[in-house]
């Protein structure tokens, strides 16, 4: 198995530690985050870093009980780069001074927002191809500052309120800024860590083709000769995770994909078909849509019909997963944001991880051992890992879709009537934005049937009909979401169709609430 560089992220706790690592990814650099109490003299000669990185943080190191990293990081002869609490630390850990500022109470000069930074001294190998127009726009976000630098360290970029913007040490090739090169409000920050990669002699060999090859290489042998069940959902996580273990161990892997009836118009016709037919990946299609819309029948509280399904959902697939004999591992697409343990403010490690919403609890259950390929990758990871396996495009590009389905988009009771009119809606809406070519614009869109019925008129009859309510929302993450602005001609001849096309449906809305304070579905 190749052995890839890697660096490490030592993490202070700043809320845009991930941004750092995402930046290295995209130049192809293998990067962990992992929190400053979990780098010990033993970590650190186990993970061999080629570079190291320190994160910016909310603490202050005038604190004597500050985080701060092993001094023995400063013996590992490779590159060290400290962003603004990681420069104050590696400052006042080899020798200078950090002064408090406006937060602490100090004297120092606190500095919040946009700044410019100005060259100084001789050229820096860290700053090549930048400051072209003779500044560069930085963001700061520093209470205390440091007031003497370190010895060794001279300065090559300054600002107005910070003196020591950028300093370095080339003779040990230790360099520390006082601004976040990670952020968007940087923006030639890029170039900042281009360049650092290049003097530490990353070579760029993190590829999608590389990573696969690896995690490959991994599953089989982790798994040896054992067999796997991975849940299918249609979904781009566990998509991907199944052709990548398929690749891994063939028909050791079998999946289960639960058809619980609150699924999108031919939605199971097409996993059931892209995964059997094309892939050949042995697949348990577990028709259950009698018992989930039984037991769902008159339930209208939101979280009662959540509860039903992930019960039921763990129900009917440890009855199906019990069907495959011997199996001792359970496949889940679990990424990278979800396992980054973080640093909370209180200083003590919190370990914030999202259990897989479907299976939650299935491994200890089942007495299971994990397997979890994209532990290691982001989304947008998954996304080119997926396209290397030779998914095809319109799959790894589909609007993410939640685990209760359509449940949560039929507000009040579900019915059979009401899932099958809202089908048939969603899929007017969605062919709508795909001719538009709007598809890969909009972060979610789907349609939400109402529990109202209104009055209109077709033709010369009076009808007495559902109304709904469309919805397409920009996102980067979920977390937040603004309404997409459709042109109003879009959102007529969409009103006309869903009309004309779908019998049950009189009157159609588009929700513009953004998130918060609104949610993108509607329970
Ligand atoms: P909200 O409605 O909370 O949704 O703004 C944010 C994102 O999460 C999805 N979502 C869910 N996914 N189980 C899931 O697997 C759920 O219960 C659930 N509720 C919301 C939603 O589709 C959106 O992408």
């Not at 950028?166 to 601004?179: E, G, K, S």
């Not at 491994?363 to 080119?384: H, I, S, Y």
Request: with cysteine; aromatic share 8%; charged share 20%.
């Amino acid at each position: 198995m190749t052995q890839h560089d890697r660096l490490l992220i030592i993490d202070f706790g700043s809320q845009v530690t991930q941004l750092i690592a995402r930046r290295l990814r995209e130049l192809n650099v293998y990067c962990e985050i992992h929190p400053y109490q979990n780098v010990t003299d033993a970590f650190l000669a186990e993970f061999a870093p080629k570079a190291v990185i320190f994160s910016g943080g909310p603490d202050t190191v005038t604190r004597k009980d500050a985080p701060r990293p092993p001094v023995s990081v400063y013996e590992l002869g490779v590159p060290v780069l400290g962003i603004c609490y990681g420069q104050q630390v590696m400052m006042q850990q080899l020798g200078g001074q950090v002064e408090g500022g406006k937060i602490s109470g100090g004297g120092g000069t606190a500095e919040f927002g946009r700044a410019f930074v100005t060259p100084a001294g001789q050229p820096l190998a860290l700053l090549e191809g930048l400051f072209a127009d003779g500044r560069e726009q930085v963001w700061m976000s520093h209470g205390d500052h440091v007031s003497k630098i370190a010895p060794g360290f001279e300065v090559f970029g300054t600002s107005p309120n910070a003196p020591f913007a950028i300093t370095a040490d080339t003779n040990r090739n230790f360099y520390a800024v006082q601004f976040h090169p990670e952020v968007h409000h940087t923006p030639n920050g890029k170039i900042l860590y281009e360049n650092f990669v290049r003097l530490a002699g990353f070579t760029g060999d993190w590829t999608m083709g590389a990573y696969r090859d690896d995690a490959i290489a991994k599953i089989r042998e982790q798994v040896g000769d054992k067999k796997v069940i991975c849940g299918l959902s249609g979904g781009v996580d566990s998509s991907v995770a199944a052709v990548l273990i398929h690749e891994a161990i063939g028909d050791q892997l079998t999946c289960v994909f639960v058809d619980h009836g609150l699924l999108r118009q031919n939605e199971a016709e097409e996993v059931v078909s892209m995964f059997r037919d094309n892939y050949n990946i042995p697949l348990i299609h577990a028709d259950e849509k009698e018992l989930f819309l039984g037991e769902l029948d008159g339930v209208s509280d939101p979280e009662t019909k959540r509860k039903i399904i992930g019960r039921l959902f763990i129900d009917v697939f440890q009855k199906h997963a019990n069907a495959i004999e011997g199996a001792e591992f359970l496949a889940q697409g679990t990424l990278y944001p979800d396992v980054i343990e973080s640093v909370s403010f209180s200083g003590g490690p919190s370990v914030t991880i999202k259990s897989h919403h479907n299976v939650g609890g299935l491994p200890e259950k089942m007495g299971l051992k994990l397997v979890e390929p994209l532990r290691e990758l982001f989304k947008d990871e998954v996304r080119a890992l997926g396209r290397e396996l030779g998914l095809p495009d319109n799959f790894i590009g589909r609007h993410p879709f939640p685990g209760p389905g359509l449940a949560i988009r039929c507000p009040g009771e579900i019915t059979r009537e009401k899932l099958e009119i809202l089908r048939k809606a969603d899929a007017v809406y969605i062919d709508q934005i795909r001719k538009h070519g709007l598809y890969d614009d909009i972060w979610q869109a789907f349609v939400a049937i109402l529990p109202v019925r209104t009055v209109g008129v077709m033709g010369d009859g009076r009808t007495y009909d559902y109304a709904c309510a469309l919805r397409a929302v920009t996102s980067v993450d979920g977390m937040t979401a603004d309404y997409f602005p459709f042109s109003h001609e879009f959102l007529g001849e969409t009103a006309t169709r869903i009309i004309n096309e779908v019998q049950g449906i009189n009157r159609v809305t588009y929700d513009i609430t953004s998130k918060p304070p609104g949610t993108i579905e509607w329970e």
